[in-house]
C-alpha cells in the first residue's frame, strides 16, 4: 500500500497498480477531520491541511486517511492482509517526530510487518 503525502494532495494506490487508485486535497474543513476523503471541499471554508511542507500538521487527520484508505482497500469482514508492506514518501530532511507520527499509524493503525519511507525523488 502506496501513500504519496504531499501538502496539496495525497495519492495512494496498490504496488501492482500503475497509477494511483486515490487522489484528493491534504485540506479538510478545519475541525472536521473525519471529513470524507472522496467528498467535494465545500466552496467556502476554512482549510486546514493533513500535510504542511512534507510534515505532518494535523494527526488526527493523518490517522483518518491512512484508516479510510485501508478500509477502501481491505474489506474489514475478511481476514486482514498477511505481510502488509507501507511505502510512505517523506521529506528529504523530515523531522523525527513526522517519522515516528506516520509509523505509528502504520505499525499501529495499519497493522503494518514492513514500512519504507523515503524521499519521492527517489521512487521516480
Known amino acids: 500500500l502506496i501513500f504519496d503525502l504531499g501538502s496539496s494532495h495525497i495519492r495512494t494506490g496498490l504496488?501492482?497498480?500503475k497509477t494511483p487508485d486515490l487522489i484528493f486535497p491534504s485540506a479538510f474543513p478545519t475541525g472536521n477531520h473525519d471529513f470524507p476523503i472522496d467528498q467535494s471541499l465545500p466552496e467556502d471554508f476554512d482549510p486546514s491541511f493533513a500535510i504542511v511542507d512534507g510534515e505532518?500538521?494535523?494527526i488526527d487527520r493523518i490517522t483518518y486517511i491512512f484508516a479510510s484508505v485501508y478500509d477502501r482497500y481491505f474489506d474489514f469482514s475478511k481476514a486482514e492482509p498477511n505481510d502488509l508492506r507501507i511505502v510512505l514518501t517523506t521529506t528529504p530532511y523530515g523531522t523525527i517526530r513526522n517519522s515516528e507520527i506516520l509509523a505509528q499509524d502504520a505499525f499501529?493503525?495499519?497493522g503494518a510487518d514492513k514500512l519504507l519511507m523515503k524521499p519521492p525523488a527517489v521512487y521516480t
Open 15 to 17: 504496488s501492482c497498480h
Open 56 to 58: 505532518v500538521d494535523n
Open 108 to 110: 499501529e493503525l495499519l
